[in-house]
């Protein structure tokens, strides 16, 4: 997609009037007040002569990819998603790889890209393609008008996260979401805030809050140098985690230097290893490494009889051997959405 | 020196494979790889640096730079 060089903004969920012509954008935890003319901190959100309006309803990225890049791997294993994205993201992390997009508004770097996205279209094509709907490598909670509009056309919708959302948008999406993966960025709030530029408090409860709607959450961790990679940090969010749910899956993702990150080292497989063994000292069943510990990083077993259950490649699934939600060696009941909504 | 257009793809393969990361635990690895296509001259970059790619890609020339997000 090329599109427009310029936002193309239309009515907007989440706005209420905040007197003087002012209005608070309610969607995110940041509930900005903006005066006429002003963008909120996502940049793509902003009050047009008293009424909030939003850039997200945009299609800049549509790929077509397997499930497990998101990474979902208690999400219809195998599945591949037709993953929509537009500019913009309610974080500034310093390590994000995909800041030509998701930081608009903030960098040079990131123009703005896209055109108004076509749900009927997009679910067409997905449908053509067996496919479910996705978006992601920007944020999706800043574009809840798309997303409903999307689980209107039909398809399950998937989304890969920041969490940054309010409990009350999250009632209002829950409903059009089958699953979503949040990332846990850090343990505590200065971390949290210093890299991202926002509270880590309601990142969890947006964690509590999915989960409560009957959306399928998988949580990520990438390992940034200095925030979360190191022994405590990760052995904090691991308990916090398994605290909710041990068995909600976790992913480690390696740190990969780049954008205002680029002086720190890439994650080495061992501390990708130590990472996993705290996860599991904490009582998570499932935690996932997608490539530096080889296929057994990936492969699912079943937490009742230890047998693989899914075998998986690198952004892929090579065996499901799941029925009806079970391990078929001792019918253990594995957690995630399976099969059909 | 004209602006490189940055241009968002599905996929790219791999020419590092994850056995290799121990090996280079600062990241001071690119692998390249040069093909003749019917369109003209296509460089794929491998590397554990976006970074560096792009620096070595950049100075080669100014065609369209694909690359893959994360998510």
């Given at each position: 997609?090329?599109?427009?060089?310029?936002?193309?903004?239309?009515?907007?969920?989440?706005?209420?009037?905040?007197?003087?012509?002012?209005?608070?954008?309610?969607?995110?935890?940041?509930?900005?007040?903006?005066?006429?003319?002003q963008?909120?901190?996502?940049?793509?959100?902003?009050?047009?002569?008293?009424?909030?309006r939003?850039?997200?309803?945009?299609?800049?990225?549509?790929?077509?990819?397997?499930?497990?890049?998101?990474?979902?791997?208690?999400?219809?294993?195998?599945?591949?998603?037709l993953?929509?994205?537009?500019?913009?993201?309610?974080f500034?992390?310093?390590?994000?790889?995909n800041?030509?997009?998701?930081?608009?508004?903030?960098?040079?770097?990131?123009?703005?890209?896209?055109?108004?996205?076509?749900?009927?279209e997009?679910?067409?094509r997905?449908?053509?393609a067996?496919?479910?709907?996705?978006?992601?490598?920007?944020?999706?909670?800043?574009?809840?008008?798309?997303?409903?509009?999307?689980?209107?056309?039909?398809?399950?919708?998937?989304?890969?996260?920041?969490?940054?959302?309010?409990?009350?948008?999250?009632?209002?999406?829950?409903p059009a979401?089958?699953?979503?993966?949040?990332?846990?960025?850090?343990?505590?709030?200065?971390?949290?805030?210093?890299?991202?530029?926002a509270?880590?408090?309601?990142?969890?409860?947006a964690?509590?809050?999915?989960?409560?709607a009957?959306?399928?959450?998988?949580?990520?961790?990438?390992l940034i140098?200095?925030?979360?990679?190191?022994p405590?940090?990760?052995?904090?969010i691991?308990?916090?985690?398994?605290?909710i749910?041990?068995n909600?899956?976790?992913?480690?993702?390696?740190?990969?230097?780049?954008y205002?990150?680029?002086?720190?080292?890439?994650?080495s497989?061992?501390?990708?290893?130590?990472?996993?063994?705290?996860?599991?000292?904490a009582?998570?069943?499932?935690?996932?490494?997608?490539r530096a510990?080889g296929a057994?990083?990936?492969?699912?077993?079943?937490p009742?009889?230890?047998?693989q259950?899914?075998?998986?490649?690198?952004?892929?699934?090579?065996?499901?051997?799941?029925?009806?939600?079970?391990c078929?060696?001792?019918g253990?009941?594995?957690p995630?959405?399976?099969?059909?909504? | 020196?004209?602006?490189?257009?940055?241009?968002?793809?599905?996929?790219?393969?791999?020419?590092?494979?994850?056995?290799?990361?121990?090996?280079?635990?600062?990241?001071?690895?690119?692998?390249?790889?040069?093909?003749?296509?019917?369109?003209?001259?296509?460089?794929?970059?491998?590397?554990?640096?976006?970074?560096?790619?792009?620096?070595v890609l950049a100075?080669?020339?100014?065609?369209?730079m694909?690359?893959?997000?994360?998510?």
């Amino acid at each position: 997609v090329t599109g427009d060089t310029e936002p193309r903004w239309r009515a907007a969920m989440f706005g209420e009037p905040a007197g003087a012509g002012r209005v608070r954008c309610t969607l995110c935890p940041f509930r900005c007040v903006l005066g006429d003319g002003q963008v909120g901190v996502c940049r793509v959100r902003r009050n047009e002569a008293g009424a909030l309006r939003t850039a997200t309803y945009t299609a800049a990225v549509t790929h077509l990819t397997a499930i497990e890049r998101k990474p979902f791997y208690h999400v219809r294993p195998g599945a591949r998603v037709l993953t929509v994205a537009g500019p913009g993201c309610s974080f500034r992390c310093d390590y994000c790889i995909n800041s030509r997009l998701s930081q608009y508004g903030r960098d040079d770097d990131a123009p703005w890209l896209g055109e108004p996205a076509r749900p009927a279209e997009l679910a067409a094509r997905a449908a053509a393609a067996g496919a479910l709907l996705g978006m992601s490598y920007s944020e999706p909670s800043l574009a809840p008008e798309l997303t409903l509009d999307l689980a209107a056309q039909g398809l399950p919708v998937v989304w890969k996260s920041n969490g940054f959302v309010a409990p009350a948008a999250i009632k209002v999406l829950a409903p059009a979401l089958l699953a979503v993966n949040i990332d846990v960025k850090a343990a505590d709030e200065a971390a949290h805030r210093h890299l991202t530029g926002a509270s880590l408090a309601p990142v969890w409860r947006a964690i509590e809050e999915f989960r409560a709607a009957g959306v399928w959450v998988e949580i990520s961790t990438p390992l940034i140098p200095g925030t979360c990679a190191e022994p405590e940090a990760l052995r904090a969010i691991a308990r916090r985690i398994s605290s909710i749910d041990a068995n909600i899956p976790w992913h480690l993702l390696r740190f990969t230097p780049d954008y205002r990150m680029r002086n720190a080292d890439p994650t080495s497989p061992a501390a990708l290893g130590q990472a996993r063994d705290f996860g599991h000292e904490a009582g998570l069943r499932f935690v996932y490494v997608e490539r530096a510990l080889g296929a057994e990083g990936r492969n699912t077993s079943c937490p009742g009889c230890d047998a693989q259950i899914v075998n998986r490649g690198i952004w892929r699934m090579v065996q499901n051997v799941i029925r009806d939600g079970r391990c078929p060696e001792c019918g253990y009941a594995i957690p995630g959405r399976w099969g059909e909504r | 020196m004209t602006a490189i257009q940055h241009v968002f793809t599905e996929s790219l393969p791999d020419l590092i494979d994850a056995s290799e990361y121990s090996r280079y635990p600062e990241g001071a690895l690119v692998r390249l790889r040069i093909s003749v296509t019917d369109a003209g001259v296509e460089i794929l970059g491998d590397g554990l640096r976006p970074e560096l790619i792009e620096r070595v890609l950049a100075a080669i020339g100014d065609g369209p730079m694909e690359q893959m997000l994360c998510g």
